[in-house]
């Protein structure tokens, strides 16, 4: 059974008798729907749409503190809409207060949904959750008009996560990237969306990059660690050629010196590995710019 009522703060939106009939007992507030589920002498009122796909949850069952959805068997926590399940999401709960046989409840929002995708994105990136991240891309290009931020943080979590370094998933992510301006505002956050996901799919799996340090004080000087670059890329030597990388912009090398660099050696034969050293490298600059 549904009833209507409207916004404000507490608010007598059943009686106990209500919702001890159902078990589950649904009120729409001000048109937003929440769940008032009676268990073990105790009434909890939580958002009723399954935050995974909106499964409403007064058709799921609850058994030893814990709602489940009949959709996806999503499960929550009832006292606090806490999931189990990273790939759902916490369904947001609400303050009852239980006053004369009457159920008051304060359905005031109390979360930034901005920043809570912001949160949700990092969650579908770790977790190579491509739904997570189309939500999260969504709030964020289409709600908080910001495409920057999550690009930048897709940038960093594939640097960090990927083993190998730059590959596949970050030169689509910027290769999305610089299309979004001349793409329509209904698809800018489906194309980054799939850029972040393709990051997170290249990552999944991969061992985190533990970044080297430099050379120590009174390294050569730009011309001698280029040289040594191109060897150490000659020869396979991946620590070798990052060490010289980080030395070489420790000494202030600009954008100029390291394009000098590293295109030297993705240029220095016809081909290296199908060509894709050299596109990487000319995404990576464009993600940097």
């Known amino acids: 059974m549904t009833t209507t009522v409207a916004a404000g703060a507490f608010q007598r939106i059943a009686s106990v008798d209500e919702v001890k009939e159902t078990g589950l007992h649904t009120v729409q507030v001000n048109g937003h729907v929440i769940v008032l589920v009676h268990h073990e002498d105790e009434i909890y009122a939580l958002d009723n749409r399954c935050p ?25 926590d009832l006292c606090t809409g806490g999931s189990f399940d990273l790939w759902a999401d916490d369904t947001p709960n609400f303050p009852v ?14 979360q930034d949904p901005v920043e809570h995708q912001r949160r949700r994105l990092a969650v579908g990136l770790e977790r190579n959750l491509s739904l997570v991240v189309a939500k999260a891309a969504i709030t964020l290009v289409d709600e908080a008009g910001d495409a920057l931020s999550p690009f930048a943080a897709g940038l960093e979590f594939g640097a960090r996560y990927r083993m190998e370094g730059w590959g596949q998933g970050l030169t689509m992510l910027t290769c999305f990237q610089n299309l979004l301006p001349s793409l329509g505002a209904e698809d800018r956050a489906r194309a980054l969306a799939h850029g972040l996901a393709a990051v997170a799919s290249d990552s999944a799996g991969s061992s985190p990059r533990f970044p080297v340090t430099p050379l120590p004080d009174g390294s050569p000087d730009l011309t001698t660690l280029k040289q040594w670059f191109r060897r150490f890329i000659l020869v396979r030597d991946a620590e070798g050629a990052e060490r010289c990388i980080i030395t070489a912009l420790r000494a202030g090398a600009g954008s100029q010196e390291m394009a000098d660099i590293l295109f030297s050696a993705a240029t220095d034969f016809r081909y290296i590995d199908v060509g894709h050293p050299l596109d990487f490298t000319n995404k990576a600059f464009e993600a940097l710019d």
Do not use: K, Y
């Open 97 to 110: 207060e239980l006053r004369n046989g009457d159920v008051f409840v304060d359905v005031t929002p109390r």
């Open 52 to 76: 995974h796909m909106g499964f409403p949850l007064d058709r799921g069952s609850v058994q030893d503190g814990i709602l489940t959805c009949h959709w996806h068997h999503a499960r929550f």
